[in-house]
């Protein structure tokens, strides 16, 4: 009888902690567009990234924290022949605090977050017609979003702002906006 009576709290404290603490990968597809008023025409472009979650809830709010590897593109003009493409990757972290506004039962439910991103790019590849541009290796943003929980998979979507100036060396401001689409699989 006292090995039945183990197995089930065992089986009752592993459910409960499998709610509490949630892990898993996730894949975004990226957009990133530059934010500058200091140049005449702007090009947005796409990138992908790859990271592991955890998250861990409490009641209707949760925290998150990501870690993995981001890609982006995107290119800005000066005129027609002073022209700038960006490739920009590197490590991507991510701490984010969010609520559960909508509960659907055992099924899932959808959340608002907000939170900080930070980027270490370790390859930075730039193509112009003029001079050599030095980017900000480290890249710190704030970002909002909304998200959905069904079943084991997340869906979100996240407005990624750049409070950075990635050209450090110019006088020209150069930030990043990224619209961002992560799907992440929750293994517990």
Not at 83 to 91: I, M, N, R, V
Not at 104 to 110: F, Q
């Amino acid at each position: 009888m006292k090995k039945l009576i183990l197995a089930v709290l065992i089986s009752i404290s592993a459910n409960s902690f499998a709610q509490l603490i949630q892990i898993g990968p996730q894949v975004s597809y990226n957009f990133t567009s530059p934010i500058t008023n200091d140049f005449s025409s702007k090009s947005s472009g796409t990138g992908v990234g790859f990271a592991g979650f955890a998250r861990v809830n409490l009641l209707m709010f949760y925290a998150q924290g990501e870690f993995g590897y981001t890609k982006s593109e995107f290119s800005i003009a000066q005129t027609e022949t002073e022209k700038t493409d960006y490739e920009l990757s590197g490590t991507d972290a991510t701490l984010i605090a969010g609520f559960k506004v909508i509960p659907l039962g055992k099924l899932g439910n959808i959340r608002v977050f907000a939170g900080y991103n930070w980027k270490n790019y370790s390859n930075t590849k730039t193509s112009n017609t003029l001079n050599y541009v030095e980017i900000a290796k480290n890249n710190h943003s704030l970002l909002g979003g909304v998200g959905i929980d069904l079943w084991r998979l997340t869906l979100d979507y996240r407005y990624i702002a750049g409070i950075t100036d990635l050209d450090p060396s110019s006088d020209q401001d150069l930030k990043t906006g990224t619209s961002s689409l992560s799907l992440g699989f929750k293994f517990l």
